[in-house]
């Protein structure tokens, strides 16, 4: 690994409220879409003439349409509550990564616009007119901002920061400033059906080749099946499993937990992505599009589940959106909607999340689990942000934080959870989320990380852990890239799923 550019924080094995370094990351921008990805998605191709008034415009739409923006903008009193509670102020020192500090970004321009005294004394009340360099500040840092809603938990009044980031992202985009690694990602999953832009022959390919590869490890025939009309379970999961180490792995271990239950199971070409990143980019109508390609592959194959694979952010879409974006579980009134429950298997949740899946067969004996097999590895777990925060598991409160912990232990014989206040609700966010997870955003990512680093090196050195377990795809790009710098090998990060594809007994049915 190159030198980087940048101080790497130095990690201490707990965590440390640095002093504020004012501007410290001001001048970090991610690279800006260009007309072509904003145009597809329905979005001005640039900055638009009077993109001021158009802005103030769309943000007065969205307080009348989302009443949560505005109690949200109203409600904060400045208690300094969520001050530190940031892994970007506290891997960065710079005061605008503050939660407060960055929802003001917003709040002052809603200041000056929609309320009597900003409108009247706006100096008094701290409103801003819109600017350029205000709209500098926007775009600088909502996009560094992951959207992990830590600082809500800490917030008295339960203000979420990471709705006024999607709140501000949605206007950019509206006015023409949108982000290029979430919309042209998006607009390839919108158009293909997948992040990546993989078409379905090329999918069909790299599944045989799994086929193979599994065979010949094991000598038993996993199918990787695709597009399988009448299959129990359509699985969705995010494309990065189809091509990235270490998902792969966890792609391999969905596989053999099917084949092992005797589970007729399937992908589709269609909707082989469970990633939403309209939900990174605040906007519902971008979210639904992607929805709604799951719901059709699942009416044209005629499934009986919907399984979520390994993925934070799409799990959070799947479990608290899909209800109402596109009627999966239930909810939505048209008639495809309507069609889709009647097809669906109620006796199970609608959609079910991979490890409420293989921990239920585990408990029913529908597949059996060789922990000796895992002895070589001493495990945490990092919760991931959009499972934790913004979704939950299984039928029991703290389900997201139970389920997979549970499964982690029934596949191994070593575990040790991190430090309390750096796990469950608290948990850090690995500082790729949210749409920053791109190399233009190096920096912001390996200085996002070091809470996390920080708690991970505490159980790395007191109890010789040595694999970082992890339910969500960005969680595991992340740490494959970002830990190194703070000296740990990329090779200790894996999924959950990982563990107990080496963990089964194949063959073993219910
Ligand atoms: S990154 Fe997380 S903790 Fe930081 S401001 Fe955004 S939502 Fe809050
Ligand atoms: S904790 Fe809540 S009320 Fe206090 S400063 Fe932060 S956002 Fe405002």
Not at 8 to 15: A, D, E, N, R, T
Not at 62 to 79: E, G, I, W
Not at 166 to 172: H, L, S, T
Request: charged share 25%; net charge neutral; glycine share 10%.
């Amino acid at each position: 690994m190159a030198a980087p550019e940048f101080d790497v924080p130095k990690l201490k094995g707990y965590i440390e409220i640095p002093s504020i370094r004012p501007g410290a990351m001001e001048g970090i921008k991610s690279f800006e879409a260009n007309e072509k990805i904003q145009e597809a998605l329905g979005y001005p191709g640039k900055l638009v003439d009077g993109w001021e008034q158009k802005a103030v415009n769309k943000m007065g739409e969205m307080l009348r349409k989302y009443r949560s923006l505005q109690v949200f903008l109203d409600a904060c009193v400045h208690c300094g509550a969520c001050t530190d509670k940031c892994h970007y102020y506290l891997g960065t020192s710079d005061p605008k990564n503050m939660p407060v500090a960055r929802q003001d970004l917003l709040r002052q321009v809603y200041r000056r616009y929609f309320t009597l005294p900003g409108k009247l004394f706006p100096k008094l009340v701290g409103a801003r007119d819109i600017s350029k360099e205000v709209l500098d500040d926007w775009y600088s840092y909502y996009h560094q901002c992951s959207e992990c809603r830590r600082c809500s938990v800490y917030c008295p009044y339960g203000i979420d920061t990471a709705e006024i980031t999607m709140a501000a992202r949605e206007i950019m985009d509206s006015v023409g400033l949108g982000q290029k690694y979430t919309n042209e990602i998006l607009g390839k999953a919108q158009r293909i059906g997948n992040n990546l832009g993989m078409p379905g022959p090329a999918l069909e390919d790299t599944l045989a080749g799994f086929e193979e590869d599994v065979e010949a490890d094991t000598g038993v025939a996993v199918k990787f099946p695709i597009d399988v009309k009448g299959a129990e379970v359509l699985l969705v999961t995010p494309s990065a499993d189809f091509f990235a180490e270490p998902h792969v792995e966890s792609l391999i271990g969905y596989a053999k937990v099917f084949h092992a239950a005797g589970i007729s199971w399937t992908l589709s070409s269609h909707a082989s992505e469970a990633g939403n990143f309209g939900l990174f980019q605040g906007s519902y109508e971008n979210m639904r599009k992607v929805a709604m390609r799951i719901r059709d592959a699942a009416l044209e194959l005629g499934v009986k589940r919907i399984v979520v694979g390994e993925c934070g952010h799409a799990w959070r879409v799947a479990y608290s959106f899909w209800n109402t974006l596109t009627g999966v579980g239930a909810g939505a009134e048209d008639k495809y909607a309507q069609m889709l429950q009647k097809q669906l298997d109620h006796s199970y949740p609608q959609p079910s999340h991979i490890c409420e899946v293989t921990l239920d067969l585990v408990k029913r004996g529908a597949i059996a689990l060789d922990k000796e097999a895992n002895d070589h590895r001493i495990v945490t777990f990092h919760d991931s942000c959009n499972v934790s925060r913004g979704s939950r598991m299984g039928n029991i409160p703290g389900g997201q934080f139970i389920i997979p912990r549970e499964l982690i232990r029934s596949a191994v014989n070593h575990y040790h959870d991190m430090a309390p206040g750096t796990t469950h609700e608290a948990t850090f966010c690995c500082g790729g989320g949210g749409g920053l997870l791109t190399d233009d955003l190096i920096e912001v990512r390996v200085k996002g990380a070091s809470p996390r680093a920080n708690a991970l090196k505490d159980v790395v050195d007191n109890h010789g852990v040595n694999f970082l377990a992890l339910i969500c795809a960005i969680c595991k790009s992340q740490f494959t890239k970002v830990l190194p710098y703070y000296g740990f090998d990329m090779s200790m990060v894996g999924g959950v799923h990982q563990l107990v594809s080496t963990a089964i007994r194949l063959g073993a049915k219910e």
